[in-house]
């Protein structure tokens, strides 16, 4: 049963330090995606990749955040410094898309909650 | 600026009754609508889509319509059971792009 997986779950951390998050796509996806859940907006689109290559990441706060692809099993998300505001759960999400966009579904991982003291 | 707007935090229905969730866009060129289901400590899971030439689609005991004219749509879960007590995210984006903008959802009690 293939799926995405997300390390860490659950990570608590001190304002000022960097979070890294790291996501498994399932093999043989091509698109990976990355969403922040927090209470007020519902599921926010951070940056997503096709084929390893960045295509949008105009939903990050660009001074503190980046988001990268070291290989097509790894993607990985990454706050330095690290704010109490950042606090919410990381979703990653990844798809097969074959030239139609959105119309193939995103599946998602499980999420790493993330807690800034 | 929401694109996507679930203006209903929260819905309580009895088992064996519809379940009608609705959503608001604003974006008149989306062209392609997702209904994702999430229970918690878990990643959402596509449920149904329908494609703007479409007013409705059908799933099972899920139903997704859409009224372009208003830029609403509505899911509808007949009849409703305990196991459909979750958050539900409305999403919207255009066919040919990857971008999918979600709504903040809507979360679903079903009482037995």
């Known amino acids: 049963d293939a799926r995405v997986t997300q390390t860490p779950r659950h990570k608590v951390t001190e304002m000022g330090q960097e979070v890294t998050m790291r996501c498994q796509p399932i093999l043989g996806h091509n698109t990976v995606f990355w969403y922040r859940q927090t209470m007020m907006q519902g599921l926010e689109l951070l940056a997503y990749f096709r084929n390893r290559a960045p295509l949008d990441d105009s939903g990050m706060p660009k001074d503190r955040f980046s988001a990268e692809m070291p290989d097509a099993t790894l993607a990985t998300l990454k706050i330095q410094p690290s704010e109490p505001r950042d606090s919410a759960v990381y979703f990653c999400?990844?798809?097969?898309?074959?030239?139609?966009?959105?119309?193939?579904?995103?599946?998602f991982g499980p999420g790493t909650r993330l807690t800034v003291l | 600026d929401q694109q996507v707007k679930q203006n209903s935090p929260s819905l309580s229905v009895q088992e064996g009754r519809i379940s009608i969730l609705n959503c608001d866009y604003t974006n008149s060129m989306f062209d392609y609508f997702l209904w994702y289901k999430k229970y918690p400590a878990e990643g959402p899971t596509f449920l149904i889509s329908i494609s703007s030439i479409k007013d409705k689609n059908e799933d099972g005991r899920f139903t997704v319509f859409l009224n372009k004219s208003a830029k609403h749509l509505s899911l509808h879960i007949v009849p409703s059971q305990p196991g459909d007590s979750a958050v539900y995210f409305c999403?919207?984006?255009?066919?040919?792009?990857?971008?999918?903008?979600f709504g903040a959802g809507t979360r679903l009690f079903v009482k037995a």
């Open positions: 999400a990844s798809g097969l898309v074959q030239g139609r966009g959105i119309t193939d579904t995103q599946y």
């Open positions: 999403a919207a984006g255009l066919t040919g792009g990857f971008k999918t903008i």
